[in-house]
Protein backbone atom coordinates (compact mmCIF):
# COMPACT_ATOMS: atom_id res chain seq x y z
CA UNK A 1 0.00 0.00 0.00
CA UNK A 2 1.54 3.53 -1.23
CA UNK A 3 -1.20 5.41 1.16
CA UNK A 4 -2.10 4.76 4.91
CA UNK A 5 -5.17 3.82 6.05
CA UNK A 6 -5.77 6.96 7.86
CA UNK A 7 -5.44 8.59 4.36
CA UNK A 8 -8.25 6.99 2.86
CA UNK A 9 -10.57 7.29 5.36
CA UNK A 10 -10.21 11.10 5.54
CA UNK A 11 -11.07 11.01 1.48
CA UNK A 12 -14.27 8.24 2.56
CA UNK A 13 -15.21 11.29 4.45
CA UNK A 14 -15.21 13.61 1.87
CA UNK A 15 -11.89 15.59 2.78
CA UNK A 16 -10.34 16.82 -0.66
CA UNK A 17 -7.05 17.31 0.32
CA UNK A 18 -7.10 13.40 1.43
CA UNK A 19 -8.25 12.28 -2.17
CA UNK A 20 -5.71 14.88 -4.00
CA UNK A 21 -3.23 12.82 -1.83
CA UNK A 22 -4.13 9.54 -3.00
CA UNK A 23 -4.36 10.59 -6.70
CA UNK A 24 -0.77 12.33 -6.19
CA UNK A 25 0.31 9.02 -5.30
CA UNK A 26 -0.97 6.09 -7.31
CA UNK A 27 -1.56 8.70 -10.70
CA UNK A 28 2.05 7.53 -11.90
CA UNK A 29 1.40 3.72 -11.50
CA UNK A 30 -2.35 4.22 -12.93
CA UNK A 31 -1.10 5.97 -16.38
CA UNK A 32 1.68 3.08 -16.68
CA UNK A 33 -0.92 0.75 -16.59
CA UNK A 34 -3.79 2.29 -18.80
CA UNK A 35 -0.96 2.95 -20.76
CA UNK A 36 0.51 -0.95 -21.43
CA UNK A 37 -3.46 -2.12 -21.18
CA UNK A 38 -4.51 0.60 -23.84
CA UNK A 39 -1.89 0.95 -26.13
CA UNK A 40 -3.26 4.45 -27.12
CA UNK A 41 -0.90 7.54 -25.80
CA UNK A 42 -3.43 10.28 -26.62
CA UNK A 43 -5.85 8.39 -24.61
CA UNK A 44 -3.71 7.13 -21.55
CA UNK A 45 -5.24 10.86 -19.19
CA UNK A 46 -8.60 10.73 -20.03
CA UNK A 47 -8.69 6.99 -18.84
CA UNK A 48 -6.81 7.72 -15.73
CA UNK A 49 -9.03 10.39 -14.84
CA UNK A 50 -11.91 8.44 -15.35
CA UNK A 51 -10.40 5.70 -12.91
CA UNK A 52 -10.02 8.12 -10.78
CA UNK A 53 -13.70 9.84 -11.26
CA UNK A 54 -15.00 6.16 -10.41
CA UNK A 55 -12.74 6.42 -6.99
CA UNK A 56 -14.16 10.02 -5.95
CA UNK A 57 -17.58 8.49 -6.59
CA UNK A 58 -17.12 5.36 -5.35
CA UNK A 59 -14.79 5.98 -2.10
CA UNK A 60 -17.94 5.70 0.39
CA UNK A 61 -18.54 1.84 -1.02
CA UNK A 62 -15.32 0.60 -0.14
CA UNK A 63 -15.67 -1.06 3.36
CA UNK A 64 -12.05 -1.30 4.23
CA UNK A 65 -9.29 0.07 3.17
CA UNK A 66 -7.05 -2.55 2.99
CA UNK A 67 -8.54 -3.70 0.17
CA UNK A 68 -7.94 -0.05 -1.26
CA UNK A 69 -5.50 -1.00 -4.25
CA UNK A 70 -7.23 -3.98 -5.57
CA UNK A 71 -10.59 -1.95 -5.43
CA UNK A 72 -8.62 1.02 -7.67
CA UNK A 73 -6.92 -1.72 -9.99
CA UNK A 74 -10.62 -3.21 -10.41
CA UNK A 75 -11.58 0.20 -11.66
CA UNK A 76 -8.33 0.77 -13.69
CA UNK A 77 -9.39 -2.67 -15.50
CA UNK A 78 -12.76 -1.83 -15.77
CA UNK A 79 -12.12 1.69 -17.19
CA UNK A 80 -9.77 0.13 -19.91
CA UNK A 81 -11.74 -2.25 -20.72
CA UNK A 82 -14.86 0.70 -21.51
CA UNK A 83 -12.20 2.29 -23.16
CA UNK A 84 -10.93 -0.82 -25.50
CA UNK A 85 -15.15 -1.38 -25.66
CA UNK A 86 -16.04 2.04 -27.16
CA UNK A 87 -13.37 2.15 -29.66
CA UNK A 88 -13.65 -1.56 -30.89
CA UNK A 89 -10.38 -1.22 -33.04
CA UNK A 90 -7.11 -1.72 -33.63
CA UNK A 91 -4.36 0.27 -34.30
CA UNK A 92 -4.86 1.00 -37.77
CA UNK A 93 -1.04 1.47 -38.49
CA UNK A 94 0.83 -1.27 -37.65
CA UNK A 95 4.46 -1.64 -37.78
CA UNK A 96 4.24 -5.27 -38.12
CA UNK A 97 1.83 -4.90 -40.97
CA UNK A 98 4.56 -2.94 -43.04
CA UNK A 99 6.98 -4.75 -45.35
CA UNK A 100 10.58 -5.32 -44.12
CA UNK A 101 11.98 -2.77 -46.42
CA UNK A 102 9.74 -0.15 -45.13
CA UNK A 103 11.08 -0.99 -41.33
CA UNK A 104 14.39 -0.97 -42.80
CA UNK A 105 13.98 2.57 -44.22
CA UNK A 106 12.49 3.60 -40.89
CA UNK A 107 15.33 2.22 -39.23
CA UNK A 108 17.61 4.16 -41.32
CA UNK A 109 15.72 7.25 -40.99
CA UNK A 110 16.28 7.03 -37.49
CA UNK A 111 20.02 7.83 -37.09
CA UNK A 112 20.62 8.21 -33.54
CA UNK A 113 20.62 5.02 -31.04
CA UNK A 114 18.02 6.87 -29.29
CA UNK A 115 15.94 7.38 -32.20
CA UNK A 116 17.03 2.87 -32.90
CA UNK A 117 15.51 2.65 -29.14
CA UNK A 118 12.95 4.50 -29.47
CA UNK A 119 12.10 2.25 -32.82
CA UNK A 120 12.53 -1.18 -31.13
CA UNK A 121 10.09 -0.12 -28.34
CA UNK A 122 7.72 1.23 -30.94
CA UNK A 123 8.21 -2.10 -33.27
CA UNK A 124 7.94 -4.08 -29.78
CA UNK A 125 5.05 -2.20 -28.85
CA UNK A 126 3.34 -2.99 -31.54
CA UNK A 127 4.14 -6.21 -32.35
CA UNK A 128 2.70 -7.06 -29.28
CA UNK A 129 -0.37 -4.99 -29.73
CA UNK A 130 -1.19 -6.99 -33.14
CA UNK A 131 -0.47 -10.19 -31.02
CA UNK A 132 -2.91 -9.17 -28.01
CA UNK A 133 -5.84 -8.28 -31.24
CA UNK A 134 -5.96 -12.12 -31.77
CA UNK A 135 -7.89 -12.13 -27.74
CA UNK A 136 -11.06 -10.24 -27.01
CA UNK A 137 -10.80 -7.09 -25.01
CA UNK A 138 -11.75 -8.46 -21.91
CA UNK A 139 -8.89 -11.12 -22.00
CA UNK A 140 -6.14 -8.83 -23.54
CA UNK A 141 -6.21 -6.61 -19.93
CA UNK A 142 -6.38 -9.98 -18.02
CA UNK A 143 -3.39 -11.44 -19.80
CA UNK A 144 -1.52 -8.22 -19.57
CA UNK A 145 -2.26 -7.61 -16.08
CA UNK A 146 -0.85 -11.24 -15.44
CA UNK A 147 2.13 -11.29 -17.87
CA UNK A 148 2.82 -7.94 -18.04
CA UNK A 149 1.92 -6.04 -14.65
CA UNK A 150 2.83 -9.28 -12.96
CA UNK A 151 0.30 -9.39 -11.08
CA UNK A 152 -0.37 -12.73 -8.64
CA UNK A 153 -3.51 -15.00 -9.23
CA UNK A 154 -4.57 -14.49 -5.67
CA UNK A 155 -4.35 -10.30 -6.65
CA UNK A 156 -6.17 -10.91 -9.86
CA UNK A 157 -8.81 -13.03 -7.56
CA UNK A 158 -9.11 -10.13 -5.93
CA UNK A 159 -10.08 -7.62 -8.76
CA UNK A 160 -12.10 -9.62 -10.81
CA UNK A 161 -13.43 -11.32 -7.85
CA UNK A 162 -14.02 -14.75 -8.97
CA UNK A 163 -11.82 -17.59 -8.12
CA UNK A 164 -8.37 -18.72 -9.37
CA UNK A 165 -9.65 -21.90 -11.09
CA UNK A 166 -11.91 -19.84 -13.71
CA UNK A 167 -9.01 -17.39 -13.80
CA UNK A 168 -6.80 -19.91 -14.57
CA UNK A 169 -8.72 -21.47 -17.41
CA UNK A 170 -9.42 -17.85 -19.10
CA UNK A 171 -5.61 -17.16 -18.28
CA UNK A 172 -4.46 -20.17 -20.55
CA UNK A 173 -6.83 -20.06 -22.87
CA UNK A 174 -6.02 -15.98 -23.59
CA UNK A 175 -2.50 -17.21 -24.19
CA UNK A 176 -2.92 -20.30 -26.35
CA UNK A 177 -4.27 -18.04 -28.52
CA UNK A 178 -1.80 -15.51 -28.59
CA UNK A 179 1.01 -18.31 -29.12
CA UNK A 180 -0.54 -19.35 -31.75
CA UNK A 181 -0.55 -16.02 -32.85
CA UNK A 182 3.01 -15.25 -32.02
CA UNK A 183 4.31 -18.74 -33.49
CA UNK A 184 2.58 -18.12 -36.91
CA UNK A 185 3.45 -14.56 -37.21
CA UNK A 186 7.13 -15.59 -36.44
CA UNK A 187 7.31 -17.82 -39.29
CA UNK B 1 11.19 -10.39 -33.30
CA UNK B 2 15.08 -10.10 -31.24
CA UNK B 3 14.02 -12.69 -28.36
CA UNK B 4 14.44 -16.00 -30.78
CA UNK B 5 15.88 -18.87 -28.44
CA UNK B 6 14.31 -21.37 -26.36
CA UNK B 7 10.86 -22.32 -27.07
CA UNK B 8 7.97 -20.42 -28.30
CA UNK B 9 6.52 -20.08 -24.37
CA UNK B 10 9.92 -18.33 -22.93
CA UNK B 11 10.40 -16.28 -26.12
CA UNK B 12 6.48 -14.51 -25.43
CA UNK B 13 7.45 -14.03 -22.18
CA UNK B 14 10.49 -12.20 -23.29
CA UNK B 15 8.52 -10.53 -25.58
CA UNK B 16 6.62 -9.48 -22.57
CA UNK B 17 8.62 -8.48 -20.18
CA UNK B 18 10.36 -6.15 -23.80
CA UNK B 19 6.69 -4.94 -23.61
CA UNK B 20 6.74 -4.34 -20.61
CA UNK B 21 9.83 -1.80 -20.27
CA UNK B 22 8.59 -0.19 -23.95
CA UNK B 23 6.20 1.07 -21.52
CA UNK B 24 7.55 2.56 -18.69
CA UNK B 25 4.70 4.46 -16.68
CA UNK B 26 4.49 7.92 -18.13
CA UNK B 27 4.20 11.49 -16.48
CA UNK B 28 0.55 12.85 -15.75
CA UNK B 29 0.87 15.95 -17.59
CA UNK B 30 0.31 19.84 -15.65
CA UNK B 31 -3.25 20.06 -16.45
CA UNK B 32 -4.18 16.29 -15.00
CA UNK B 33 -5.24 17.46 -11.33
CA UNK B 34 -7.44 20.59 -12.84
CA UNK B 35 -9.08 18.83 -15.31
CA UNK B 36 -9.75 16.18 -12.94
CA UNK B 37 -11.44 18.67 -10.60
CA UNK B 38 -13.36 19.88 -13.23
CA UNK B 39 -14.83 16.30 -14.62
CA UNK B 40 -15.92 15.85 -10.49
CA UNK B 41 -17.67 19.52 -10.13
CA UNK B 42 -19.05 18.57 -13.54
CA UNK B 43 -20.33 15.19 -12.31
CA UNK B 44 -21.47 16.87 -9.10
CA UNK B 45 -23.17 19.55 -10.76
CA UNK B 46 -25.28 17.34 -13.19
CA UNK B 47 -25.65 14.58 -10.01
CA UNK B 48 -27.21 17.45 -8.04
CA UNK B 49 -29.45 18.36 -10.84
CA UNK B 50 -30.37 15.22 -10.99
CA UNK B 51 -31.60 14.89 -7.61
CA UNK B 52 -33.40 17.53 -7.59
CA UNK B 53 -35.32 17.11 -10.64
CA UNK B 54 -35.98 13.59 -9.15
CA UNK B 55 -36.96 14.86 -5.61
CA UNK B 56 -39.51 17.30 -7.99
CA UNK B 57 -41.02 14.62 -9.24
CA UNK B 58 -41.39 12.73 -6.06
CA UNK B 59 -43.08 15.75 -4.46
CA UNK B 60 -45.54 16.32 -7.17
CA UNK B 61 -46.38 12.74 -7.63
CA UNK B 62 -47.38 13.04 -3.70
CA UNK B 63 -49.39 16.22 -4.05
CA UNK B 64 -51.03 14.10 -6.96
CA UNK B 65 -51.37 11.17 -4.58
CA UNK B 66 -53.15 12.62 -1.63
CA UNK B 67 -55.69 14.97 -4.40
CA UNK B 68 -56.58 11.58 -5.86
CA UNK B 69 -57.21 10.02 -2.11
CA UNK B 70 -59.21 13.46 -1.38
CA UNK B 71 -61.35 13.77 -4.21
CA UNK B 72 -62.13 9.74 -4.26
CA UNK B 73 -62.93 10.11 -0.57
CA UNK B 74 -65.58 12.87 -0.81
CA UNK B 75 -68.96 11.00 -1.29
CA UNK B 76 -70.61 12.41 -4.20
CA UNK B 77 -74.72 12.43 -4.89
CA UNK B 78 -76.33 9.58 -6.66
CA UNK B 79 -78.57 11.31 -8.81
CA UNK B 80 -76.52 11.18 -11.74
CA UNK B 81 -75.40 7.93 -11.35
CA UNK B 82 -77.78 4.96 -11.62
CA UNK B 83 -77.37 1.45 -11.36
CA UNK B 84 -79.47 0.32 -14.02
CA UNK B 85 -78.03 -1.23 -17.23
CA UNK B 86 -78.98 1.23 -20.30
CA UNK B 87 -81.64 -1.43 -21.46
CA UNK B 88 -83.01 -0.96 -18.11
CA UNK B 89 -82.91 2.88 -18.03
CA UNK B 90 -84.19 2.72 -21.42
CA UNK B 91 -87.34 0.73 -20.56
CA UNK B 92 -87.98 3.38 -17.97
CA UNK B 93 -88.02 6.23 -19.87
CA UNK B 94 -90.17 5.12 -22.96
CA UNK B 95 -92.49 2.03 -21.23
CA UNK B 96 -93.71 -0.24 -23.25
CA UNK B 97 -96.88 -0.81 -22.21
CA UNK B 98 -97.65 3.05 -23.37
CA UNK B 99 -95.98 4.05 -26.43
CA UNK B 100 -96.30 7.61 -27.67
CA UNK B 101 -97.51 6.02 -30.74
CA UNK B 102 -100.37 4.35 -29.20
CA UNK B 103 -101.15 6.49 -26.56
CA UNK B 104 -104.72 8.69 -26.40
CA UNK B 105 -104.61 11.40 -28.89
CA UNK B 106 -105.97 14.59 -27.63
CA UNK B 107 -108.20 16.50 -30.26
CA UNK B 108 -108.85 20.46 -29.37
CA UNK B 109 -112.80 20.58 -30.75
CA UNK B 110 -113.51 24.15 -29.09
CA UNK B 111 -113.37 26.30 -32.26
CA UNK B 112 -114.27 23.86 -35.25
CA UNK B 113 -115.30 26.81 -37.69
CA UNK B 114 -111.74 27.93 -37.82
Request: hydrophobic share 40%; glycine share 4%.
Amino acid sequence: MLVDFELIKRAQKGESAAFNEIVLVYRKRILGKISRLIARSEDVEDVAQEVFLRLYFSLDQLRTPEVFEPWLYRLTVNAAYDHLRKQRRRLEYRMSDLSEQQIMMADATAGGKVERDEQHKKKTREFVDSLLGEVSESDRILLMMKEVEGLSLKELEKIYDVNENALKVRLFRARQRVLKAFGSKEQ
Amino acid sequence: MSPMRGNIEERLDALFRAYREAFPDPDASPNFMPHLWQRIEARQTFTFSLRRMAGGFVTAALALSVALGVYMAIPRSTQSYSPQSYIEALADAQPLDTPDIVGTVSLDLSDPGK
